[in-house]
Every structure is written in structure tokens, then in C-alpha cells.
């Protein structure tokens, strides 16, 4: 069984950085895309960006030239680097093997001054 686990949320000022990891375990293939999304309070999910198992990129418009994401197949992660965060980046970000709908339990970004 495959487990996600998301970390690297935090609180962070405007203008700051954070870089959220997604380690995958278990019955894994080393190479899988990943979506990353996002929950505000008293929003719906909304996603973020992906990564897919060629490597190709997509980002949603909110966070383009500002959020990337990247993998590090060996170690079975993908990161989400963010900066220039805004007031409005704030929720819990969760990461997605869309193939099998499987899930993190998500981390959680504030940002706030």
C-alpha cells in the first residue's frame, strides 16, 4: 500500500519562501506524477500545480513564476518550492498520486505578518 506524507508548512512572513516535501513509501513506482493542491478555510481544494511521470510541469495562474515543482526519484520525493508568498497561499497543502487517488493527510502554511 502506498502512504504520502507531506511536510515543510510552517508560518511564514509576505515575501518569504517554505519548500514543502511528499515522500512516498511503500508499493511505489519510482517514478510517478504528483499533484500538489490546496485548502483554505471555508474553500474548496484547489490545485496547484503537477509534476508528471515524464517530468513535465504545470502550475496553476495564482502561483506561476512563483511556485516549482521538482522530483528527486531516488528518494521518492517531490518538493514544492514557494516564494513570494501571499497572504492569500495560506491552507493545507496536500500531495496526490492522481493515478491511484492517493493522498497525504496534508501540512499546513499560514502566511502572515
Known amino acids: 500500500q502506498v502512504q504520502l506524507v507531506e511536510s515543510g508548512g510552517g508560518l511564514v512572513q509576505p515575501g518569504g519562501s517554505l519548500r514543502l516535501s511528499c515522500v512516498a513509501s511503500g508499493n511505489v513506482r519510482s517514478i510517478y506524477a504528483t499533484d500538489w493542491y490546496r485548502q483554505a478555510p471555508g474553500k474548496q481544494r484547489e490545485l496547484v500545480a503537477l509534476?508528471?511521470?515524464?517530468?513535465?510541469?504545470n502550475y496553476a495562474d495564482f502561483v506561476k513564476g512563483r511556485f516549482t515543482v521538482s522530483r528527486d526519484n531516488a528518494k521518492k520525493t517531490v518538493y514544492l518550492q514557494m516564494n513570494s508568498l501571499k497572504h492569500e497561499d495560506t491552507g493545507v497543502y496536500y500531495c496526490?498520486?492522481?493515478?491511484?487517488?492517493?493522498w497525504g493527510q496534508g501540512t499546513q502554511v499560514t502566511v502572515s505578518s
Open positions: 496526490r498520486i492522481p493515478g491511484d487517488n492517493i
Open positions: 509534476i508528471t511521470s515524464g517530468g513535465n510541469t
